[in-house]
């Protein structure tokens, strides 16, 4: 008797937990994907901290701030670093990803590997340099340098090859070359100038009108995060209708994955889509 009380016991907690299981169901666990590719974002800003930690004494830099900017789509430019140096402010926006990297300055998108499409990351960090604009004095306006640096899980096919060349003010750079990059660009600004173009005091003015206007306030952080993922998947939506409408732009016939990306990628073509016989004639 004692052995089938035990095992009316059993059955009753089983149900009990199947029926508790269908009320309250276990929380999903996150991809591994996800928590992969979260995890090479905190190394790779990791790795550019202690880059800028280790700048010469005197410059200062901000990392991950975010300020109120009226020409943004959601407000606000939420900004990965600013350095501020006595020759120029660095702007810089961070890129986590892997693979072949297509672009160049007149295309408004870029894309990785010609599948994966974003948006062109200098017309992004000059959204950003606008707002900073917007918190600091004018005579300082005309310091700024743009940079877009990527991991070395990155190879460059770009239109112009200037944003490698140190003369530029728009750089293109790898992660673990950005102090390098930095300091050589202030030196070149130090040969052109006889004497520094931003004072300790212009620094200091700066760096303290950025630290007040930046928002720590994690419920409007929260939201201007989900705004971006709205505009992201609004934008991947767009991308996959284009994806299943791959069609040559002259005669709409339909073309494979391979054509469409080798279109996408050739300047020559300037971001259309021509079938074998028209790539010959366009």
Not at 25 to 47: D, L, M, N
Not at 121 to 144: A, L, R
Request: net charge positive.
């Amino acid at each position: 008797m004692k052995l089938l009380s035990n095992l009316f016991n059993k059955n009753k907690q089983k149900k009990e937990k199947e029926k508790n299981s269908l009320v309250n169901p276990p929380t999903p666990k996150k991809k591994h994907h996800e928590k992969v590719a979260t995890r090479k974002g905190e190394i790779g800003e990791y790795k550019i901290d202690i880059q800028l930690a280790q700048l010469p004494k005197g410059y200062k830099y901000l990392s991950d701030i975010m300020i109120k900017n009226g020409k943004a789509k959601s407000g606000y430019s939420q900004i990965d670093h600013v350095v501020i140096t006595p020759y120029g402010i660095f702007v810089i926006e961070t890129k986590n990803y892997q693979g072949t990297i297509y672009g160049g300055k007149e295309r408004k998108t870029w894309s990785v590997n010609g599948k994966f499409k974003m948006m062109n990351p200098f017309i992004q960090n000059y959204g950003h340099i606008q707002g900073i604009k917007n918190h600091i004095e004018k005579k300082y306006h005309d310091q700024f340098i743009s940079v877009v640096s990527f991991t070395k899980r990155c190879t460059f096919k770009i239109d112009e090859m200037d944003y490698r060349k140190i003369g530029s003010n728009e750089l293109i750079v790898y992660d673990v070359e950005l102090s390098e990059y930095i300091n050589r660009k202030v030196y070149v600004l130090k040969m052109n100038n006889k004497e520094s173009v931003l004072t300790e005091n212009d620094i200091d003015r700066i760096y303290r009108s950025l630290v007040d206007a930046n928002i720590k306030d994690q419920s409007i952080r929260k939201q201007h995060v989900q705004s971006l993922k709205r505009e992201t998947g609004s934008f991947e939506e767009e991308v996959n209708n284009q994806k299943q409408l791959a069609k040559c732009c002259v005669c709409n016939k339909i073309v494979s994955e391979k054509v469409k990306s080798f279109c996408l990628s050739n300047k020559k073509f300037d971001g259309k889509i021509y079938c074998f016989e028209h790539q010959k004639t366009s």
